[in-house]
């Protein structure tokens, strides 16, 4: 019989580290923000890339959730572009 391995997010499941983990959720939620501002302001993704300082194919990776293709340094940088301040919270695990 197979043991189940339960896993407290997607990203633990994937990821081969903690540390990759944390990564790959810290840039998931910046990528979602960033698509809430872009979605409610009604912006094309050529229009959403050109206010983020990006090319409209990257805009179209954030918006279709391409996680691996970002870095957190990238993130940040449209998020500011977008006039957002980011901010780091750090939790107990």
Known sequence: MKKTVEYESVWDAIADTPEEAANL????????QIEKIVSAAGWTQAEAARRCGVTQPRMNDLLHGRVSRFSLDALVNMATALGRRVKVKLEAA
């Not at 959720?25 to 979602?32: D, G, I, N, P």
Request: glycine share 0%.
């Open 25 to 32: 959720r810290a840039r998931a939620e910046l990528m979602q």
